[in-house]
């Protein structure tokens, strides 16, 4: 079976530019998170997502960030414009069902603003 | 929100001995993963232990809710078993997980 899928692994562009990261929960999952990595902050929740609708975006940074999920086996996160502090790794994951499942992650993408 | 603490913060094993890593959560939660963040960056989902014990292979994890502590032992130690272990908790409704800082481990041959 296939597992999360983010597109792309590495994304390396200048600030001010628009950034769109991609996910494809795995199939039959209705719940999404996505995830930021630093070394100061280790891994943050950014906001996650139940049959499609977004539940708790609290980890959003600020307005620059956006999430979506236009249907079940899609959403995107995007960050325009970009600044250098939004250097990361930002990982996508999904469970099955709402409550009490584990969840599994994408191998991330490796974003540096330059 | 809940707090996850990981302790050791760091950990350096020859090949061929045992660890145990240990992760205490402020409250009580219904949500348990230990996943393993290996040198290539993917994390890797290890068990999910909202409480008792399982066993995969050379690993192994107890959870013991009542007291808010979950451990995961490693025996015999290889040097793939490097890179970071982290462990994660939730209570709310929707799977939401707060991660600990996470035990760097370094196993050498």
């Known amino acids: 079976d296939a597992g999360v899928i983010q597109s792309p692994r590495h994304e390396v562009t200048e600030m001010g530019q628009e950034v769109t990261l991609r996910c494809k929960p795995i199939?039959?999952?209705?719940?999404l998170f996505w995830y930021r990595q630093t070394m100061m902050r280790g891994l943050e929740l950014l906001i996650y997502?139940?049959?499609?609708?977004?539940?708790?975006d609290s980890g959003m940074p600020e307005d620059r960030f956006s999430a979506k999920m236009p249907n079940a086996s899609f959403s995107t996160l995007k960050i325009q414009p970009s600044e250098p502090r939004d250097s990361a790794v930002y990982f996508c994951?999904?469970?099955?069902?709402?409550?009490?499942?584990?969840?599994?992650f994408g191998d991330g993408t490796r974003l540096s603003i330059l | 929100g809940i707090q996850v603490e990981q302790s050791p913060p760091d950990l350096i094993l020859q090949e061929g001995a045992n660890s145990t890593l240990r992760c205490n959560f402020s409250?009580?939660?219904?949500?348990l993963q230990w996943f393993h963040q290996n040198p290539w960056g993917q994390l890797i989902n290890l068990f999910y232990?909202?409480?008792g014990t399982k066993q995969n292979g050379r690993l192994s994890a107890t959870t013991v809710a009542t007291e808010r502590y979950s451990l995961l032992y490693i025996s015999s130690s290889q040097t793939t078993d490097s890179g970071v272990y982290f462990c994660?908790?939730?209570?709310?409704?929707?799977?939401?997980?707060?991660f600990g800082a996470g035990t760097i481990l370094r196993v050498k041959s």
């Open positions: 994951a999904s469970t099955e069902g709402t409550s009490n499942q584990p969840q599994h």
């Open positions: 997502f139940n049959n499609n609708v977004p539940i708790d």
């Open positions: 409250d009580s939660v219904n949500n």
């Open positions: 994660a908790g939730g209570m709310e409704y929707g799977n939401k997980l707060v």
């Open positions: 232990i909202p409480s």
């Open positions: 199939s039959g999952h209705n719940s």
